[in-house]
């Protein structure tokens, strides 16, 4: 258990809607990253949030959007869903926002099913 | 751009026996670079790391990986596999603030 939780751990919906994604970092980690793992994209980094404020984007769409709260907590947004959209989405976290040496530990991810 | 590569979908080792997933990373920028494993329906867990110094990183459940900058490698190891070793493999580089993985490697350990 990596001490990363994402609720809810299944999601399945149809095209055109709106759902939210909840992510809560490990104790003490101020940075959560969102990752998307699709059979034909792979792993790809979305966004990174670093104590309430964006920090790197890479791959999101401009449907997904993402925020973190005072209380360090992250929701991923995802908008006007395409059966495209469907994969597994990942959230991690790490201590500090920048160096590259620092460790992500991931969450147990929510399987999105856009019917 | 900062990447990484494993070259094989699939690594098929008998219990036992040692075992190498491979993994090689583009020359440009410091390779810090990382080893994940994804069990069926969980999530990444991290395995270990490359930062800098012994080229030899020792990780979690007996892997271990070696850095080997003339061959630009970073491949994973373990001197005798499990049944339970079997999953996906990552391999990922840091280049700032996210995750740069390969295509992952399929690890199947046959009894």
């Known amino acids: 258990d990596s001490g990363v939780t994402q609720t809810p751990k299944h999601l399945i919906t149809a095209t055109g809607q709106r759902v939210t994604l909840r992510c809560s970092p490990r104790?003490?980690?101020?940075?959560v990253y969102w990752y998307q793992q699709s059979l034909d994209q792979g792993l790809q980094f979305l966004i990174q949030y670093y104590n309430g404020e964006e920090r790197a984007k890479g791959n999101i769409l401009e449907r997904f959007s993402a925020q973190q709260f005072p209380d360090l907590h992250s929701e991923l947004n995802l908008s006007s869903l395409e059966l495209g959209d469907s994969a597994l989405y990942f959230c991690?976290?790490?201590?500090?926002?920048?160096?590259?040496?620092?460790?992500?530990?991931f969450g147990p991810g929510t399987r999105l099913t856009v019917l | 751009a900062q990447s990484v590569a494993q070259p094989e979908d699939q690594v098929n080792v008998a219990e036992g026996n040692p075992l190498t997933v491979k993994c090689t990373y583009s020359?440009?920028?410091?390779?810090?670079l990382f080893w994940y494993v994804q069990y069926p329906n969980r999530g990444l867990q991290f395995l270990l790391k490359y930062i800098t110094g012994d080229n030899l990183v020792k990780g979690s459940y007996g892997f271990e990986a070696e850095f080997n900058k003339s061959q630009t490698s970073f491949h994973l190891k373990k001197p005798s596999a499990l049944v339970s070793d079997s999953a996906l493999y990552f391999c990922a580089r840091n280049a700032g603030n996210m995750l740069t993985f390969g295509g992952g490697t399929r690890l199947m350990v046959k009894p």
């Open positions: 020359v440009s920028g410091n390779p810090y």
């Open positions: 991690a976290s790490s201590v500090v926002a920048d160096p590259p040496t620092d460790t992500q530990y």
């Open positions: 104790s003490g980690d101020l940075s």
